[in-house]
């Protein structure tokens, strides 16, 4: 997850400077347009002067309709930005969250791991006690079916 909201955030920076960028390239297009405009009216006299003035007007309006586009762009990446700033938040709580439950379970594992040496001991005890009395039974045996042996000798 984290791997993703870096490049959405790179990504999301990217853009905003491509549409910024591309403000200044529009702007800067805007103005060669009326420069050559201006050239062009100046060049055909005064009859050309409405035209100009209309020439104008769709600059202007096509300049007011590319800054309302782009700024409508740059808010909602600024929106994203936001909402990626949030989630990055969000994302090193979790991730915070994690490390700890992690090293929770760390201990938790290596008391568990003591725990079971020490049964295994326990049990290596209990085996040894439980082979003992049996090696005492066997001999206990042994020596009364001596005894019965004897016991009918006589």
Known sequence: MWPVLVLHF?????????????????????????????????????????????????????TEIAKAQTDSVVSSVESMLADAVRIQTQCKERSAELAAAAVELHEETQSLREQCEATQLDMARLRRTLDELLDTKHAYEARERQTRKLSKQL
């Open 10 to 62: 790179v990504l999301i920076t990217r853009f905003k400077i491509n549409v910024l960028t591309c403000e200044v390239d529009l702007s800067h297009s805007l103005e060669k347009i009326t420069d050559l405009t201006t050239v062009t009216l100046n060049r055909r006299g005064s009859k050309q002067n409405n035209c100009m003035t209309k020439t104008e007007g769709k600059s202007l309006m096509m």
